[in-house]
């Protein structure tokens, strides 16, 4: 069993991480889904559509879910998901570095994988002073 990845994104976000990790890792070694929410959409619906694609995505391991925004409404319909008895952590500020760290420790646990998420997240941003 593995963790589930779910990316919570605005629109056209999501999807294209994954793209982007697939060029770098044909075969992605955990699931991994996106739910882009789109402007003016019914965060209940939305909300609804999520926790389905939680469920599918969590083999007992839980859901670890990357949000492009914190306080913005994909992550805040992710972060409720928990209410709904799925079970995750939420790290927010996606981007690829994160991504595909979080794929190259597949075999983590979920509370050890919202750290390396983190912690890639950060870890991928670098300033050129030249």
């Known amino acids: ?6 990316l919570m994104t605005h ?13 770098v890792m044909p075969k992605l070694p955990l699931r991994v889904a996106a739910v882009e929410v789109p ?14 694609h939680a ?3 969590d083999q007992g391991e839980g859901v670890l879910i990357l949000a492009d925004l914190y306080g913005a409404t994909p992550c805040n319909i992710g972060l409720s998901l928990g209410a709904l008895g799925v079970h995750l952590h939420c790290v927010s500020g996606l981007n690829l570095p994160m991504l ?12 050890e994988l919202a750290e390396i998420a983190a912690s890639g997240g950060r870890g991928g941003i670098f300033i050129d002073h030249a």
């Open 39 to 52: 402007p003016h959409a019914d965060p209940d619906v939305m909300r609804t559509l999520t926790a389905h």
């Open 100 to 111: 595909l760290r979080v794929l190259n420790y597949a075999e983590k646990p979920l509370d």
């Open 1 to 6: 069993m593995s963790v589930g990845v779910l």
């Open 55 to 57: 469920r599918e995505l």
């Open 11 to 23: 629109e056209a976000v999501g999807k294209a991480l994954i793209s982007a990790a697939h060029h």
